[in-house]
């Protein structure tokens, strides 16, 4: 089983809809979880973390973390064409070395 | 703001050439990392320093060294370059205290030929 997996899409939204990327990871004992953007042929920056079971809302960004089910979702309200980029999910291994592994991203794309 | 900066945006090197990647941050940031970034194959972390003159190996790290001299600069050095180190390399900081929460620079493409 992947440490971090994601399904690579992309993923078509239209406009104004909602966006839902999702995230599976296998180390249960897992206790921080993040979620980057990158747009094409730019670096990765942090949107979202997530340290408890339930939902964090900033603005329209959603991080939803289920641990119990070792999963972690991001939605994104009222989708706009500049939220299209590769979404990563992150999640630290206390398995190993407590680094985080990324996931190999959604490529999401908003449809104006 | 936050400040990551990487030496060069593109590199074209030949086989067996000795390669330097350069990272420099303005965070005053004890951790710092290098990673390359594949098609395919995601992020992929290849060391890291929690401080001055310390490193740990990451998860890809045969034919990498690295050198961290001074807080806010951390090395990347191909010893002798290979076509399957081809890749995008991103060098990555953060805090003591938020060490997951990282701060990328802008990548270095190289190609080697």
């Known amino acids: 089983q992947k440490e971090v997996e994601q399904n690579s899409g992309p993923l078509s939204v239209p406009e104004g809809a909602i966006a839902s990327l999702n995230c599976t990871y296998s180390d249960r004992g897992s206790q921080s979880f993040f979620w980057y953007r990158q747009y094409s042929g730019k670096s990765p920056e942090l949107i979202m973390s997530?340290?408890?079971?339930g939902d964090k809302e900033d603005g329209r960004f959603t991080a939803q973390l289920n641990k119990a089910s070792q999963y972690v979702s991001l939605l994104i309200r009222d989708s706009q064409p500049s939220d299209s980029a590769t979404y990563l999910c992150a999640v630290n291994r206390m398995n190993r070395d407590d680094k985080i592994i990324f996931g190999k991203g959604t490529r999401l794309h908003i449809l104006p | 703001d936050v400040k990551v900066t990487q030496s060069s945006r593109y590199l074209v090197k030949r086989t067996g050439e000795k390669v330097f990647l350069e990272c420099v941050q303005d965070?005053?940031?004890?951790?710092m990392f290098w990673y390359r970034q594949d098609p395919g194959l995601g992020l992929r972390l290849i060391y890291f320093?929690?401080?001055?003159?310390?490193?740990e190996k990451g998860d890809i790290p045969e034919g990498y060294s690295v050198s961290r001299e001074k807080k806010e600069r951390f090395s990347l050095i191909l010893e002798s370059a290979s076509t399957n180190q081809t890749s995008m390399y991103l060098c990555?900081?953060?805090?003591?205290?938020?060490?997951?929460?990282?701060?990328f620079g802008p990548g270095t493409r190289l190609t080697v030929t």
């Open positions: 320093s929690y401080d001055v003159k310390m490193k």
């Open positions: 990555a900081s953060s805090s003591a205290g938020q060490i997951y929460e990282q701060y």
């Open positions: 997530i340290y408890s079971n």
């Open positions: 965070m005053d940031h004890e951790n």
